[in-house]
Nanobody
Framework: QVQLVESGGGLVQAGGSLRLSCAAS????????MGWYRQAPGKQRELVAS???????NYVDSAKGRFTISRDNAKNTVYLQMNSLKPEDTAVYYC??????????????WGQGTQVTVSS
């Protein structure tokens, strides 16, 4: 069993900051790419940012310059530092990780989601 547990969401005013964390635990041999997705009401889930095991990052255009993704491989944890938040960043944020659980099997796992609400 593998679990991804997120924390750090909440309510913040526009221009404020939040830091999301996601810790993976369980039967883990190796964690490959980790990422953060978000889903706003009535919209499709979208990739916000991702980071490879080696630290290469990728961001959706709307997050560039405001959000920073990082990870601690020793702690099996990924972070999303969100600055200059806007009302349009309001969504449920989900952690995702591609995890090798043995020498053969590799799966994508999801966290339960954490609500981020940005008031204007």
């Amino acid at each position: 069993q593998v679990q991804l547990v997120e924390s750090g969401g909440g309510l913040v005013q526009a221009g404020g900051s939040l830091r999301l964390s996601c810790a993976a635990s369980g039967n883990i041999l190796r964690i490959n790419t980790m990422g953060w997705y978000r889903q706003a009401p009535g919209k499709q889930r979208e990739l916000v940012a991702s980071i490879t095991r080696g630290g290469d990052t990728n961001y959706v255009d709307s997050a560039k310059g405001r959000f920073t993704i990082s990870r601690d491989n020793a702690k099996n944890t990924v972070y999303l530092q969100m600055n200059s938040l806007k009302p349009e960043d309001t969504a449920v944020y989900y952690c995702n990780a591609n995890i090798r659980i043995d020498t053969v099997h590799e799966y994508n796992f999801w966290g339960q989601g954490t609500q981020v609400t940005v008031s204007s």
